[in-house]
């Protein structure tokens, strides 16, 4: 009884820590925020992704992330994919947004790198040259084979984090590692709770993405409990935790190939 009652004291600590870290941050970035809501929110270049003109003969893949809108930014994040094929001087971007109707997933929905209604991005991956131009063609059949194309929850999912983890195992090659805070990226079928993590390259058991367990080389070990994620990265050392999504060392992933 005591054990029990120490591990549930410690979690719930956690928690709060977490919370708290998630509300200092949102603060932080909000201190100079001018705009009144949604419809006036910031949504131009984050001055990030490369100028596709200037890298015309080069194929680029980027995953970027940013708080939600909103009160939800405090507790999970927005993910899309932009990518280029050699010779094309513009970004082609995909997303899944929960407010686009039956179509949940959206095709230049919004800029490349663009702030998601005021939030900074952040870059997950960066592939340039050989390995982005023959990962293109895997992204886009991903894309087409989601299986949650006219089907959106907020929590525990089907949403934009499941959609991501839906192209992470199918394009291994992405080395795609979605944060903690990424949730609904562990969100299984019920007819489907065993089979490889969000990255591609591990393995995951997953009840609706309620509850489960994610073992992987990007990922480390990271436990699902009700939506929430705990976890250890051993790849880029870092703790793996709700809300704030890991603290520790630099994850992007970034590779250029010739």
């Known amino acids: 009884m005591k054990f029990r009652n120490f591990v549930s004291s410690s979690l719930l600590l956690v928690l709060v820590l977490c919370f708290g870290l998630s509300i200092a941050k949102a603060a932080s ?4 925020a001018a705009w009144q809501g949604w419809f006036d929110a910031p949504r131009h270049s984050a001055g990030i992704a490369p100028d596709p003109a200037k890298l015309a003969d080069t194929a680029i893949v980027q995953v970027y992330i940013a708080p939600t809108y909103g009160w939800r930014g405090l507790v999970a994040v927005h993910p899309w994919i932009i990518f280029k094929k050699p010779g094309e001087t513009a ?9 686009a109707g039956d179509e949940v997933v959206q095709r230049n929905y919004a800029i490349a790198d663009g702030l998601w209604y ?11 040259g050989a390995v982005a131009a023959t990962m293109i063609s895997e992204i886009e059949a991903a894309i087409a084979s989601y299986p949650f194309a006219h089907t959106y929850r907020a929590y525990p999912g089907p949403n934009s984090n499941t959609f991501m983890a839906h192209i992470g195992r199918e394009v291994p090659a992405l080395k795609l590692d979605l944060p903690a805070n990424a949730v609904g990226k562990d ?3 019920i007819g489907n709770p065993i089979g490889l993590s969000s990255s591609g390259r591990g393995i995951q058991a997953s009840l609706l993405g309620m509850g489960g367990i994610s ?3 990007e990922e ?8 929430l994620n705990f976890g250890l990265d051993l790849n880029s050392p870092g703790l793996r935790l709700p809300f704030i999504g890991r603290i520790g060392m630099d994850d992007t992933t970034q590779e250029t190939h010739p």
């Open 29 to 32: 970035a909000e201190k100079h």
């Open 91 to 99: 970004y082609t971007r995909y997303d899944v947004i929960g407010w």
């Open 118 to 128: 005021g939030a900074q991005p952040k870059l997950l991956v960066d592939h340039r």
């Open 187 to 189: 969100y299984r079928s």
């Open 220 to 227: 480390g070990i990271e436990i699902n409990f009700m939506g």
């Open 215 to 217: 073992i992987g080389l």
